[in-house]
């Protein structure tokens, strides 16, 4: 029986055509973009090449354009550049942030450069505005947002320009994780007054290994990796070439096809939503699922019985691929930080169903049947 993977949100696979736009560069193209001679050229106008093009799809400047080795570097750079380079001294973030950004977070807290706090979040897991004013008005030093645009788990979509404009409104940096986004949404940042946003390949069909990190012409910041001079002496080391020629050809191919395939996966993550409701009543659905949401992601909820307990286990066993939450912390055993920030009953088990172009109808419908027969 062919596994069915419905864990988009985690990892996409390798689009063919973005295979075939890398293989040159891991074969004969193999030059270091450093070197002066033909070799190295050719690979060098590659990187540029890939970095116009993310560049006219963000509506930004190519030298804002930074490559990395994906989100996790890139909110790392974000956050530490707004601290030590910025003069950030408190944060202000959610307990709903991707670990690559609370984790670190927590870390520049431990050591005393900075504090932090949490936004309040409303019952459908949507930041509070109004609770994001009242502390940005009470801070006397600088601060730094860092608010994620969705939620990889649940797949609430943050209300950026509202975000943007209160941070202006009181002198805040403000950084966005976009990994769920970029890719998935056109994403103009001449509409969006931001400082940082950060975005990883393998989330829209792109390699593994291959991100970015925006940051506004108008800031000054300095090395995140030291040693050498690539991406304009702010990111040592030799550059991944396949890896950002992956990234800028699956970001062209997604903006693209964006209405035809963002209009297929809304279907299919509402034909998911009706089945479940259809044949298996006792489904409930986390976060803000029919709202303002990403069309990639269903966060489900059932009675934990001792037939549910072990659902992911089971479903796996059957060919389906979901995941309980991030698949960062899928390995763990301390459950979803996020479906915890929410406040939900403990007696339920989430399960995040994400989709792709790739999926369809008659896969959810096996799923479905998998389900009632498991639960």
């Given at each position: 029986?062919?596994?069915?993977?419905?864990?988009?949100?985690?990892?996409?696979?390798?689009?063919?055509?973005?295979?075939?736009?890398?293989?040159?560069?891991?074969?004969?193209?193999?030059?270091n973009?450093?070197?002066?001679?033909?070799?190295?050229?050719?690979?060098?106008?590659?990187?540029?090449?890939?970095?116009?093009?993310?560049?006219?799809h963000?509506?930004v400047?190519?030298?804002?354009?930074?490559f990395?080795?994906?989100?996790?570097?890139?909110?790392n750079?974000?956050?530490?550049?707004?601290?030590?380079?910025l003069?950030?001294?408190?944060?202000?973030?959610?307990?709903?942030?991707?670990?690559?950004?609370l984790?670190?977070?927590?870390?520049?807290?431990?050591?005393?450069?900075?504090?932090?706090?949490?936004?309040?979040?409303?019952?459908?897991?949507?930041?509070?505005l109004?609770d994001?004013?009242?502390?940005?008005?009470?801070?006397?030093?600088?601060?730094l947002?860092?608010?994620?645009?969705?939620?990889?788990?649940?797949?609430?979509?943050?209300?950026?320009?509202?975000?943007?404009?209160?941070c202006r409104k009181?002198?805040?940096?403000?950084?966005?994780?976009?990994?769920?986004?970029?890719?998935?949404?056109?994403?103009?940042?001449?509409?969006?007054?931001?400082?940082?946003?950060?975005?990883?390949?393998?989330?829209?069909?792109?390699?593994?290994?291959?991100?970015?990190?925006?940051?506004?012409?108008?800031?000054?910041?300095?090395?995140?990796?030291?040693?050498?001079g690539?991406e304009?002496?702010?990111?040592?080391?030799?550059?991944?070439?396949?890896?950002?020629?992956?990234?800028?050809?699956?970001?062209?191919?997604?903006?693209?096809?964006?209405?035809?395939?963002?209009?297929?996966?809304?279907?299919l993550?509402?034909?998911?939503?009706?089945?479940?409701?259809?044949?298996?009543?006792?489904v409930?659905?986390?976060?803000d699922?029919?709202?303002?949401?990403?069309?990639?992601?269903?966060?489900?909820?059932?009675?934990?019985?001792?037939?549910?307990?072990?659902?992911?286990?089971?479903?796996?066993?059957?060919?389906?691929?979901v995941?309980?939450?991030?698949?960062?912390?899928?390995?763990?055993?301390?459950?979803?930080?996020?479906?915890?920030?929410?406040?939900?009953?403990?007696?339920?088990?989430?399960?995040?169903?994400?989709?792709?172009?790739y999926?369809t109808?008659?896969e959810?419908?096996r799923?479905?049947?998998?389900?009632?027969?498991?639960?």
């Open positions: 029986m062919e596994k069915i993977y419905l864990d988009n949100a985690a990892t996409t696979c390798l689009d063919k055509e973005v295979l075939d736009a890398m293989l040159p560069y891991m074969t004969s193209g193999f030059g973009p450093s070197s002066v001679y033909s070799y190295g050229r050719e690979t060098r106008l590659a990187v540029e090449t890939a970095r116009k093009t993310v560049a006219k963000l509506n400047k190519p030298g804002e354009i930074f990395t080795s994906g989100g996790t570097e890139s909110n750079t974000a956050i530490n550049a707004a601290i030590r380079d003069g950030c001294t408190h944060i202000i973030t959610s307990g709903i942030e991707h670990h690559a950004v984790h670190t977070v927590e870390h520049y807290s431990n050591s005393n450069a900075v504090t932090f706090s949490l936004v309040k979040l409303l019952p459908n897991g949507h930041v509070d109004k994001l004013e009242e502390q940005l008005a009470s801070q006397e030093c600088k601060c947002v860092t608010l994620m645009h969705a939620n990889n788990e649940i797949g609430n979509l943050l209300p950026i320009n509202a975000v943007s404009a209160l009181y002198g805040a940096i403000f950084h966005s994780d976009c990994v769920q986004t970029v890719g998935h949404y056109p994403i103009d940042l001449q509409r969006i007054d931001i400082d940082f946003i950060s975005a990883s390949g393998h989330k829209f069909h792109g390699p593994k290994g291959s991100g970015m990190l925006y940051v506004n012409g108008n800031l000054e910041i300095k090395p995140f990796i030291f040693g050498g690539q304009r002496n702010m990111r040592a080391g030799t550059e991944n070439v396949y890896g950002i020629v992956g990234f800028a050809k699956a970001l062209d191919l997604a903006m693209l096809h964006y209405e035809k395939e963002a209009a297929y996966i809304r279907e993550k509402q034909y998911m939503a009706e089945q479940l409701q259809s044949k298996i009543p006792s409930t659905f986390n976060g699922a029919f709202g303002s949401c990403l069309y990639t992601v269903l966060s489900a909820s059932f009675p934990q019985t001792d037939r549910s307990e072990m659902l992911l286990f089971n479903l796996d066993i059957h060919n389906i691929c995941s309980g939450g991030s698949a960062c912390s899928s390995g763990a055993s301390q459950g979803s930080h996020v479906i915890a920030a929410l406040n939900s009953a403990a007696d339920q088990v989430p399960v995040r169903f994400s989709f792709s172009k999926n109808k008659e959810i419908d799923t479905i049947d998998t389900l009632k027969e498991l639960l």
